[in-house]
């Protein structure tokens, strides 16, 4: 398993993000009940917002972030992936 920390930026149609925000968080839900996506969440100043999966690789990432509402929405001005290795903290055994 790998994990990544995906950064949004939203775009400026906030009126649409907000009208698909409820589906995001939804599926962002069913990601984390599934022990797909780890931790997630906007920045204060909801311009964005940090996200850490945990998949198989970057390939199932992909398909993980394109089947997003946001992502289908297009509310996403720009997604930055970086393939994480945490050594310390609550998350590493």
Request: glycine share 6%.
């Amino acid at each position: 398993m790998a994990r990544f920390v995906v950064d949004l930026v939203y775009n400026d149609n906030q009126e649409r993000r907000m009208e698909v925000r409820p589906a995001h968080r939804e599926y962002s839900k069913a990601l984390a009940d599934r022990g797909i996506l780890l931790a997630a969440g906007p920045y204060a100043d909801e311009r964005g917002a940090m996200l850490i999966y945990e998949v198989a690789d970057a390939v199932e990432l992909r398909e993980v972030l394109a089947a997003d509402p946001y992502a289908e929405a297009e509310v996403i001005a720009e997604t930055t992936v970086r393939e994480w290795n945490p050594v310390t903290g609550s998350w590493v055994g």
